[in-house]
Nanobody
């Protein structure tokens, strides 16, 4: 099982980006999916996550600007980022808590490779 994140890039403050994350491989079930970010010199932090039933959770500093969504059938996750600020600059990682089809009781955290978001002032 692999997670592939994409959609990062360079954008001016106030701009928008949409990140995508596709989980590939034989997957039995995905529980929580989320986006994390890590800025230079800082620890990785949760940006937003979403449950299998669509319940969402956001970090305080992105509420009202970012929207997380997922497609359970396609094992895909998105993050719509609006009104971007320079402080949003970071490498963004997608995460999924899932069980592979070959080992349906072996739940674990899987991470994408990260996609860089740079917001210029």
């Amino acid at each position: 099982v692999q997670l592939q994140a994409s959609g990062g890039g360079l954008v001016q403050a106030g701009g928008t980006l949409r990140l995508s994350c596709a989980a590939s491989g034989t997957i039995f079930r995905i529980n929580i999916m989320g986006w994390y970010r890590q800025a230079p010199g800082k620890q990785r932090e949760l940006v937003a996550d979403i449950s299998e039933t669509g319940r969402t959770n956001y970090a305080d500093d992105v509420k009202g600007r970012f929207t997380i969504s997922r497609d359970n059938a396609k094992h895909t996750l998105w993050l719509q980022m609006n009104s971007l600020k320079p402080e949003d600059t970071a490498v963004y990682y997608c995460n999924a808590y899932l069980s592979p089809e070959s080992r349906p009781y072996d739940w674990g955290d899987y991470w994408g490779q990260g996609t860089l978001v740079t917001v210029s002032s």
